[in-house]
């Protein structure tokens, strides 16, 4: 049995990684701003939840003493509040992210998992993104993300501290929600489908996107704290290796929908390369977006 922190422990992805770990008989210790709400159905029996800031380094080393590892998923997670907000995104995403690996060493701790970004890679020539392309962010979230992730390669390369960066795709799955940062296509339309309301598709609907299953995502974060062939700043994509339009996602999930304007910061095109996760983590996405989405509709009652 270990004892992990996970900051950013009372969101969607948080929560799902939290119930894995419980599952393996892990000790947890979940740490929150609650920024993003407060949810009940996340809350898990046999946690410890404590409230803090990232930004905070008092909070963090209350919370750091005497844990093994560290998932880091604390973030503020949204592109177009980012190019609204920029100062504040940084002083989060980087700031809080520095925060956490500084504590995080300096209490000697074994690993930090950190939750990287597809946004990083921005637009580029190629439709499937591969780990070793240079970075071309659109919004300072990409940017922001991206800087964490070089922060955990030099905090590997300078003090040999344990790191390694999972850039997610487009994720989804129980716990999200429909106003929060991620999943926010599928989230979004089962709430508007619920409600009688058509969905709204940002710009033409043919934007591609790489969906990935927040089950997936989990376990992805536990195989990177426990590989012994990872732990050196590597830098993997997280994502399903095929691509759907939004419409595709529409059409899955069924009803009307109606095009409105574009949003500013979003590439025409995100595709993971899965090839090296396979290869160091021995990981592949086991939960279908058709699939995926069923069980949603399912649990939705629609």
């Given at each position: 049995m270990s004892k992990y922190l996970v900051t950013g422990g009372a969101g969607f992805i948080g929560t799902n990684l939290i119930k894995q770990l419980l599952?393996?008989?892990?000790?947890?210790?979940?740490?929150?701003?609650?920024?993003?709400?407060?949810?009940?159905?996340?809350?898990?029996?046999?946690?410890?939840?404590?409230?803090?800031?990232?930004?905070?380094?008092?909070?963090?080393?209350?919370?750091?003493?005497g844990v093994d590892g560290v998932f880091h998923l604390a973030a503020m997670a949204r592109m177009p509040y980012s190019i609204?907000?920029?100062?504040?995104?940084?002083?989060?995403?980087?700031?809080?992210?520095?925060?956490?690996?500084?504590?995080?060493?300096?209490?000697?701790?074994?690993?930090?998992?950190?939750?990287?970004?597809?946004?990083?890679?921005?637009?580029?020539?190629?439709?499937?993104?591969?780990?070793?392309?240079?970075?071309?962010?659109?919004?300072p979230y990409g940017l922001q993300k991206y800087v964490g992730e070089e922060y955990c390669r030099l905090f590997y390369e300078l003090y040999k501290f344990n790191t390694v960066s999972l850039r997610y795709f487009n994720l989804y799955g129980p716990h999200m929600d429909p106003e929060g940062a991620y999943a926010l296509v599928v989230a979004k339309f089962l709430k508007q489908i619920k409600e009688g309301k058509?969905?709204?598709i940002c710009g033409d609907g043919e934007y591609l996107r790489d969906y990935i299953h927040v089950y997936d995502v989990a376990r992805a974060n536990i195989l990177a704290m426990e590989s012994e062939k990872v732990g050196h700043g590597e830098v993997m994509n997280v994502g399903n290796g095929k691509p759907?339009?939004?419409?595709?996602?529409?059409?899955?999930?069924?009803?009307?929908?109606?095009?409105v304007d574009p949003r500013p910061g979003d590439p025409r095109?995100?595709?993971?390369?899965?090839?090296?996760i396979k290869k160091l983590l021995g990981w592949g996405p086991t939960i279908t977006l058709e699939e995926g989405v069923a069980e949603l509709k399912k649990e939705a009652g629609l």
């Open positions: 599952a393996k008989g892990d000790e947890v210790v979940s740490f929150d701003n609650y920024s993003g709400g407060r949810f009940p159905d996340r809350v898990q029996p046999n946690v410890k939840y404590v409230e803090g800031d990232i930004r905070n380094m008092e909070d963090i080393n209350k919370v750091m003493a609204e907000n920029p100062q504040e995104t940084n002083d989060i995403n980087i700031g809080g992210t520095l925060n956490v690996l500084v504590s995080a060493r300096d209490n000697g701790v074994k690993r930090l998992v950190y939750s990287a970004s597809s946004s990083a890679y921005g637009e580029q020539k190629s439709d499937l993104l591969v780990e070793t392309m240079k970075p071309a962010p659109l919004s058509p969905m709204t759907y339009t939004v419409n595709d996602v529409a059409k899955l999930i069924g009803g009307d929908y109606i095009f095109s995100t595709m993971a390369d899965i090839t090296l």
